[in-house]
């Protein structure tokens, strides 16, 4: 396989956290993703399992909060309020689920396909090829419903490779853009709204994005070392937003804000609720959005 550029290697990270979230009893997980720990590789696989000693697991956790304070419980809410926002488009009716920069996502397997939604993962190429052997090693096949998109969201034509993919934008879809914003370039950010732009009405969109000042250097919420890596060191993280600026961005495209969330509602809704010591980080934050 070819090798991963450092943009795709991230895809990993999140997933070691998801599933290393399943070694805490069921009441206290934020969130319930059995299959996360199947789509790492196996020497992941393995660090995973020793989750189930809890010394293991909170030196994980002290190791990642160095770098990033908060952000351990930051991915893990994101994926909650991402669990959260599908199931109830899919209860709505909506039919159609398309995830952007997919990586090792599980929800077209735990959420979509159980529930008869189609399911369109989108990601670089060297991503989808590492699922794509993912998924035959665990159900044998590539299951029915999920269509694996290979795209460039700087370069390829989203709309159409989603079209030729059997998407239909004249019914209503479910959009999860999840921790992908910042690794595009400002124009790649609008041309992805503008290739959503074409949804029908009532479609929802769900999407993370890293303050603006931030990758500015002028406020570094605690994790200055982080933006070493992420800006300075590897260069992959190029577009932030400031809050105030979504909904006149959205606007542009047709679509209106109906919720935004971070830290303060991340821990009212997901950390008290689970009576665990975590913290969240402020540097990101999810957009709810529906088109109009």
């Given at each position: 396989m070819a090798k991963r550029p450092d943009a795709a290697q991230t895809a990993f990270g999140p997933m070691v956290i998801a599933a290393a979230e399943q070694s805490y009893p069921e009441a206290q997980r934020i969130v319930r993703?059995?299959?996360?720990?199947?789509?790492?590789?196996p020497?992941?696989?393995?660090?995973?399992?020793?989750?189930?000693?809890?010394?293991?697991?909170y030196g994980l956790?002290?190791?990642?909060?160095?770098?990033?304070?908060g952000m351990w419980g930051s991915v893990l809410c994101r994926k909650r309020y991402a669990d959260d926002k599908v199931a109830e488009a899919i209860a709505a009716?909506?039919?159609?689920?398309?995830?952007?920069?997919?990586?090792?996502?599980?929800?077209?397997?735990?959420l979509g396909v159980p529930a008869g939604a189609a399911a369109f993962e989108v990601d670089l190429p060297v991503n989808i090829a590492y699922k794509r052997e993912r998924l035959r090693d665990i159900?044998?096949?590539?299951?029915?419903?999920?269509?694996?998109?290979p795209v460039d969201f700087q370069t390829d034509d989203l709309a159409t490779a989603l079209e030729n993919s059997g998407?239909?934008?004249?019914?209503?879809?479910?959009?999860?853009?999840?921790?992908?914003?910042?690794?595009?370039?400002?124009?790649?950010?609008?041309?992805?709204?503008?290739?959503?732009?074409?949804?029908?009405v009532g479609s929802?969109?769900?999407?993370?994005?890293?303050?603006?000042?931030?990758?500015?250097?002028?406020?570094?919420?605690?994790?200055?070392?982080?933006y070493q890596d992420m800006k300075l060191k590897y260069d992959v993280w190029h577009f932030g937003i400031a809050p105030e600026d979504v909904g006149g961005l959205l606007g542009e495209y047709g679509w209106a804000e109906r919720e935004?969330?971070?830290?303060?509602?991340?821990?009212?809704?997901?950390?008290?609720?689970?009576?665990?010591?975590?913290?969240?980080?402020?540097?990101?934050?999810?957009?709810?959005a529906e088109k109009r």
């Open positions: 993703d059995e299959l996360a720990v199947r789509f790492l590789p020497g992941m696989r393995f660090g995973v399992r020793l989750c189930k000693w809890s010394f293991i697991r956790i002290r190791a990642a909060e160095k770098k990033a304070p009716g909506i039919d159609q689920v398309v995830i952007l920069g997919a990586g090792l996502d599980t929800r077209a397997y735990r159900f044998g096949a590539e299951p029915e419903r999920v269509a694996l998109v998407l239909r934008f004249e019914r209503p879809l479910m959009v999860v853009w999840e921790a992908v914003t910042q690794y595009l370039t400002e124009d790649g950010f609008r041309s992805t709204l503008r290739a959503l732009s074409r949804a029908a929802q969109l769900i999407f993370t994005y890293v303050r603006a000042d931030f990758l500015a250097g002028t406020n570094f919420y605690g994790a200055e070392a982080l935004q969330v971070g830290s303060r509602e991340y821990m009212t809704r997901f950390i008290e609720p689970s009576r665990r010591d975590l913290s969240v980080s402020e540097l990101e934050r999810f957009v709810h």
